[in-house]
């Protein structure tokens, strides 16, 4: 069965500061893995996904991941974090099979200060 | 990329009534349409994948009855939240597969927040 888990529900950076968002995945197929991002009181958006090739992954507004499947991860980083990161952001693992569902991480709260 | 949507954006409404929300891919088809619910500062349940056509599928402990989902076209799936009381509060976020050229890639409605009084 596929799991994710996002270590640190809440995270704090300054505004130029490194962003790692951490994700450690379970899958007993190989996964797709997914980043999004949630504003308040909004929907989610892709930030970057990793099917297959290429393990480090870019996504939009300057992020990215890298899938290392000898350690089960697929941390996001941003080399210098800007005050409209500050969002919610949601690790994901496709289920197996067909049906593509989405196994979502417990989120993790981005804040930036200035 | 694609487009969803979703109506209404807020809804309140007082307890016992029914509520009924809708999630519309705008500029393609989809066959299948995933119904989540979040509570506040929590992360997404699935709650059931919405089949064009067919029954939707619940997922373990999820009332059927009382989350009524229909997708009666492959642009329209309905969530009906029926005699709702104030613990079904909450934001409802319909997901949508691309019909052709899959890649793995849901799209999101920008969610429904109901507030049942």
């Known amino acids: 069965a596929q799991s994710v888990t996002q270590l640190g529900s809440h995270v704090s950076v300054s505004e130029g500061a490194l962003v790692l968002l951490r994700c450690n995945y379970s899958s007993s197929v190989p996964p797709y893995l997914f980043w999004y991002v949630q504003y308040p009181n909004q929907g989610l958006q892709l930030l970057l996904k990793y099917t297959t090739g290429a393990t480090l992954v870019k996504g939009i507004n300057g992020f990215e991941a890298e899938f290392k499947k000898s350690e089960t991860s697929f941390h996001l980083t941003k080399p210098s974090a800007h005050m409209s990161d500050a969002a919610e952001y949601f690790c994901a693992v496709r289920k197996g099979g067909a049906t593509n569902k989405l196994i979502f991480g417990t989120g993790t709260l981005l804040a930036v200060q200035p | 990329g694609a487009v969803v949507s979703q109506h209404p954006s807020r809804v309140i409404c007082k307890s016992g009534t029914s509520v009924k929300i809708e999630c519309r891919s705008l500029?393609?088809?989809?066959?299948?349409m995933f119904w989540y619910r979040q509570f506040p500062k929590k992360s997404l349940m699935l709650m059931a994948t919405s089949n064009e056509g067919s029954k939707a599928t619940y997922e373990q402990g999820v009332e059927k009855d009382k989350f009524l989902i229909n997708h009666a076209s492959l642009t329209l799936s309905t969530l009906t939240v029926t005699s709702a009381h104030p613990e079904d509060s909450s934001f409802y976020i319909c997901?949508?597969?691309?019909?052709?050229?899959?890649?793995?890639?849901?799209?999101f409605g920008e969610g429904s927040r109901l507030t049942v009084l």
């Open positions: 997901s949508a597969r691309v019909l052709a050229g899959d890649t793995g890639e849901l799209f």
């Open positions: 500029d393609f088809q989809a066959t299948t």
